[in-house]
């Protein structure tokens, strides 16, 4: 067992599978935090097939541990940790479960007990206790250096002018064309009002282009609804320029609904910006917003066209017009906020985590390749809960796919980083496509812990 005095060493992979803004933001901060601590040592690759040459040499680094999430070389860093017999330890990042179940599933035979599963809520880990017991995980809330934010922010008041702000991946589940279509009501109820929308016009790479198929038709809606003078697309922004576009609005709305959000980190700079949020009572935002006194929660409802869970419009736009037509309440609720910001600083979660780290016990062996590796998924299906076993009949990778195969795959020179043009591609699907997938998602929800149920419930 490491001392209080010893130095904590954790390397990363320096490559991201895919150009997301999310998996570039949710790293990039984490790791940001963390080096303030412990000693980070990033490992440069420039291909996925040669993580298997790094780990043969994982010795060199002198790591206490290899930090891995969904985005940073996730199964292909377990399944190579067991082919090549390597026993690094590894701190586990699970931003959400019900999204990535598949990859959760393939590295639950992996998994070790001296590896540290960390999530940002307790949302997150009751939903990766749905997929199986052996998914046990510490609590790390997403944190930012907030203090930093406060201090780089506009000392001269707002706009007259009332504004609201966005922020976020610019695609369906997200509820940006709700919060546009709410545009014309609000604006109606509380006089001229501005929307700034914060977020990649690509929709969720790194940069504005190409300009997705979804963001043009938020344009359309746009001028259909004639809000051109209104409604300003900020596109990508980063660092003080964002938290200047969010100091400089009345409130944050937010009126997401995707399986893959946990915790939203954008409610978090709103807050550390010292602005009212409102939101969803989705996936962990009822563990962040305080209803009433930090902002708004609001209620979740199934789409009868699309099957797809959305906002309550009408709360929606009830939340904002009293925001904005009231300055008292918006200013104490912002005041609120700002003030709330402050746990979810660096110096305020991450100690904590360090000195989990340093508890850990010594390192363990894996499972063995030899016996793991002429198998499938299918003959792990007692380390899940039943509930999972539904994944294991209509997924045929999970049937077929042996731990060879995927190592061979994890390994090949053909796998590279996925662009955020192709992120968008749309491809053509049939009816038998179409019923799988929506059998998937309705079993993806039906998964929610039990405070997100509500909308199947009112079905």
């Known amino acids: 067992m490491q001392t209080d005095n010893d130095t904590i060493t954790i390397g990363y992979f320096d490559w991201l599978a895919s150009e997301f803004i999310s998996a570039i933001v949710l790293r990039d901060t984490f790791v940001r935090g963390l080096s303030r601590y412990v000693t980070i ?5 420039t291909r996925p097939d040669e993580v298997k040459e790094h780990y043969r040499r994982i010795g060199e680094y002198g790591l206490d541990y290899l930090y891995v999430d969904m985005f940073n070389s996730f199964i292909e860093s377990f399944i190579v940790r067991e082919a090549l017999g390597s026993r690094i330890r590894f701190i586990v990042h699970c931003h959400a479960a019900l999204s990535w179940i598949s990859r959760y599933m393939y590295v639950l035979p992996l998994l070790r007990s001296s590896d540290i599963l960390c999530t940002p809520s307790h949302y997150a880990q009751k939903s990766l206790r749905l997929l199986s017991p052996r998914f046990e995980s510490y609590r790390v809330p997403y944190c930012l250096d907030v203090c930093a934010i406060q201090s780089s922010l506009p000392k001269v008041p707002r706009a007259h002018k009332k504004s609201i702000a966005f922020m976020g991946r610019l695609v369906p589940s997200k509820g940006i064309g709700l919060l546009i279509e709410c545009m014309p009501e609000i604006i109606q109820r509380v006089g001229d009002t501005q929307l700034t929308i914060i977020g990649p016009l690509s929709g969720e790479g790194k940069s504005d282009r190409p300009m ?213 591609n749309v491809k053509h699907k049939t009816q038998a496509d179409e019923l799988l997938e929506k059998i998937r998602r309705d079993f993806l929800y039906s998964l929610l812990p039990e405070e997100n149920r509500c909308a199947l419930i009112q079905e």
Request: proline share 4%.
């Open 41 to 45: 040592v990033p490992i440069p690759i």
């Open 212 to 424: 997705s198929p979804y963001v043009v038709s938020l344009k359309r809606l746009v001028h259909e609804l004639h809000l051109e003078e209104n409604i300003h697309f900020a596109g990508a922004c980063f660092g003080p320029e964002k938290y200047q576009l969010l100091a400089h609005s009345d409130l944050f709305i937010n009126p997401t609904c995707t399986l893959d959000d946990t915790f939203s980190v954008c409610n978090i700079e709103a807050f550390a910006c010292g602005i009212p949020v409102i939101t969803t009572d989705w996936a962990a935002h009822r563990e962040i917003i305080t209803h009433e006194k930090t902002g708004f929660l609001i209620g979740v409802r199934c789409d009868e066209i699309e099957s797809e869970r959305v906002a309550e419009k009408e709360q929606l736009i009830s939340a904002a017009v009293n925001l904005l037509s009231d300055e008292t309440l918006c200013s104490t609720m912002g005041q609120n906020a700002y003030k709330e910001a402050l746990r979810y600083d660096y110096a305020t979660v991450l100690p904590d985590f360090i000195q989990h780290l340093k508890k850990q016990m010594p390192t363990a062996g894996g499972i063995g390749w030899e016996s793991v590796k002429d198998k499938t998924l299918c003959d792990f299906k007692d380390l899940f809960n039943t509930e999972m076993h539904f994944f294991l009949h209509i997924d045929h990778h999970m049937r077929s796919r042996t731990f060879s195969d995927l190592y061979n795959l994890c390994t090949s020179r053909k796998k590279r980083r996925v662009t955020a043009e192709e992120i968008d």
